[in-house]
Antibody, heavy 120, light 109 residues
Framework: QLQLQESGSGLVKPSQTLSLTCAVSGGSISSGGYSWSWIRQPPGKGLEWIGYIYHSGSTYYNPSLKSRVTISVDRSKNQFSLKLSSVTAADTAVYYC????????????WGQGTLVTVSS | QSALTQPASVSGSPGQSITISCTGTSSDVGSYNLVSWYQQHPGKAPKLMIYEGSKRPSGVSNRFSGSKSGNTASLTISGLQAEDEADYYCCSYAGSSTVFGGGTKLTVL
């Protein structure tokens, strides 16, 4: 059974960079046919897609966040990461990592989510 | 890209059927048969219920069904049960990006 687990700092100061990692177990991040995504949810609000990275290494980002986002993969550790720069209070959210099915463009496995608060 | 439009809330009694709509544009829902639906209970991660518009992942009840017409996708839940009470989100591929709906709170009366 595939499992995803987010980790990283739960508190980030304004203007700094948010960094999160998603450890994948029960399967290889290098398997073809899947993408690896970050999705966030501000408290009490809806889901927002941040971006994904394909097994080929290609990345796609939400246009509204593109200038501040970097998603990368560490195949040796079977994990992928998110960096979001110049954060503000509006970036406070639960951040989820998820696996996407390439052809279906749907997210079939999710991590439990981790709350990141942006505050001084 | 703008969020897909969903009703804020819907409700139904046990045993009834409800339908949640998800309206997009010709750049997302209307152009691709790649709409997915997610169920989210409070404090939990979303769960995939429907993908490619109408396909159910293994283990999802056949009480859940999806369809699409033009720029609008729909999720129908038949035989409502208490455990169906949750938030539901639609999601569509939009050509090198993905967009979610604002979410619909389903209340089982």
């Amino acid at each position: 059974q595939l499992q995803l687990q987010e980790s990283g700092s739960g508190l980030v100061k304004p203007s700094q960079t948010l960094s999160l990692t998603c450890a994948v177990s029960g399967g290889s991040i290098s398997s073809g046919g899947y993408s690896w995504s970050w999705i966030r949810q501000p408290p009490g609000k809806g889901l927002e897609w941040i971006g994904y990275i394909y097994h080929s290494g290609s990345t796609y980002y939400n246009p509204s966040l593109k200038s501040r986002v970097t998603i990368s993969v560490d195949r040796s550790k079977n994990q992928f990461s998110l960096k979001l720069s110049s954060v503000t209070a509006a970036d406070t959210a639960v951040y989820y990592c998820a696996r996407g099915m390439d052809t279906a463009m749907a997210f079939d496995y999710w991590g439990q989510g981790t709350l990141v608060t942006v505050s001084s | 890209q703008s969020a897909l439009t969903q009703p804020a809330s819907v409700s139904g009694s046990p045993g009834q059927s409800i339908t949640i709509s998800c309206t997009g544009t010709s750049s997302d829902v209307g152009s691709y048969n790649l709409v997915s639906w997610y169920q989210q209970h409070p404090g939990k991660a979303p769960k995939l219920m429907i993908y490619e518009g109408s396909k159910r992942p293994s283990g999802v009840s056949n009480r859940f069904s999806g369809s699409k017409s033009g720029n609008t996708a729909s999720l129908t839940i038949s035989g409502l049960q208490a455990e169906d009470e949750a938030d539901y989100y639609c999601c569509s591929y939009a050509g090198s990006s993905t967009v979610f709906g604002g979410g619909t709170k389903l209340t089982v009366l």
